[in-house]
C-alpha cells in the first residue's frame, strides 16, 4: 500500500516561531502537494511539487514556503508562524500521469498560540 | 480557475436510507470528477470517480452522476450504514496529462443514524 506519512500528527507552537512540517511518501511519486483543510472552506492548495527541486504556488501560499530536496520528502515551512496558520494541515502524493491516484497523508493539526 | 460547490454541507440519514450530496463546477475544460472520503482522524481517501466522456458509474453501493451540460455532478449512496459516517469531498480536474490542479468542494459531513 501508499503510504504518505506526515511527521506530526498535533503541533503546538507560538507566533513567530519558525514551523517545520514533514511528509514522506514512500511510492516514488513524482508530484507532491500540501493543502490546508479549514471548516467549511474544503481543501485549499498550498504549494505543490512537480518533482524534485520543483514547486509552485498554489491557491494560497502566503507565509509559507516548501522544500523538496529528495523525491520522497516535502516539506512545508511557516516562516513566521501567526494565529491564522493555526489548522489542519494535508500532505498528498501523485504520480505524475495518474490522477486517479492521490494519496493523503493523515494530516498535521497545528494550533499556533 | 475553477469553482466547486458543494452542498449540503451537513446530512443526517437514517441507517439504510440513501444519501445524496451534489456539486456543481465552472470550468468546462474540467474532465475528471473523483470523490473522496475523509474518516475521522484520517486523510481523504478516494471512493470513486468519473470522467467526462461517462454520464454514470457505480461501485456495489456508491454511484456518481455526472452532467456535463449542466456542469454538476453527484454522489448517491444507497442503504446507508453507519461506517459511512464521514466528510466527503468531491472534486474537478482538468486532466489532459501532466499536472492539472484539482479543486476540491468544502466538504459535506454525513452523519448515518443507527
Known amino acids: 500500500d501508499v503510504k504518505v506519512t506526515q511527521s506530526s500528527r498535533y503541533l503546538v507552537k507560538r507566533t513567530g516561531e519558525k514551523v517545520f512540517l514533514e511528509c514522506v511518501q514512500d511510492m516514488d511519486h513524482e508530484n507532491m502537494f500540501w493543502y490546508r483543510q479549514d471548516p467549511g472552506l474544503g481543501l485549499r492548495l498550498i504549494y505543490f511539487s512537480y518533482d524534485v527541486k520543483m514547486k509552485e504556488k498554489g491557491d494560497i501560499p502566503e507565509g509559507y514556503s516548501v522544500s523538496r530536496e529528495k523525491k520522497e520528502r516535502f516539506s512545508l515551512i511557516l516562516e513566521s508562524a501567526s494565529t491564522n496558520q493555526t489548522s489542519m494541515y494535508l500532505c498528498?502524493?501523485?504520480?505524475?500521469?495518474?490522477?486517479?491516484?492521490?494519496?493523503f497523508g493523515s494530516g498535521t493539526q497545528l494550533s499556533v498560540l | 480557475g475553477e469553482n466547486v460547490e458543494q452542498h449540503p454541507s451537513t446530512l443526517s440519514v437514517q441507517e439504510g436510507d440513501s444519501a445524496v450530496i451534489k456539486c456543481t463546477y465552472s470550468?468546462?475544460?474540467?474532465?475528471?470528477f473523483p470523490w473522496y472520503k475523509q474518516e475521522l482522524g484520517k486523510g481523504p481517501q478516494l471512493i470513486i470517480d468519473?470522467?467526462?466522456?461517462?454520464g454514470e458509474k457505480k461501485d456495489q453501493r456508491i454511484a456518481v452522476t455526472l452532467n456535463k451540460t449542466a456542469k454538476h455532478f453527484s454522489l448517491h449512496i444507497t442503504e446507508t450504514q453507519p461506517e459511512d459516517s464521514a466528510v466527503y469531498f468531491c472534486a474537478a480536474t482538468p486532466w489532459s496529462g501532466g499536472y492539472q490542479k484539482v479543486t476540491f468542494g468544502t466538504g459535506t459531513k454525513l452523519q448515518v443514524i443507527p
Open positions: 470550468d468546462s475544460a474540467s474532465n475528471y
Open positions: 498528498a502524493s501523485r504520480p505524475q500521469q495518474a490522477p486517479e491516484k492521490l494519496f
Open positions: 468519473i470522467r467526462s466522456n461517462v
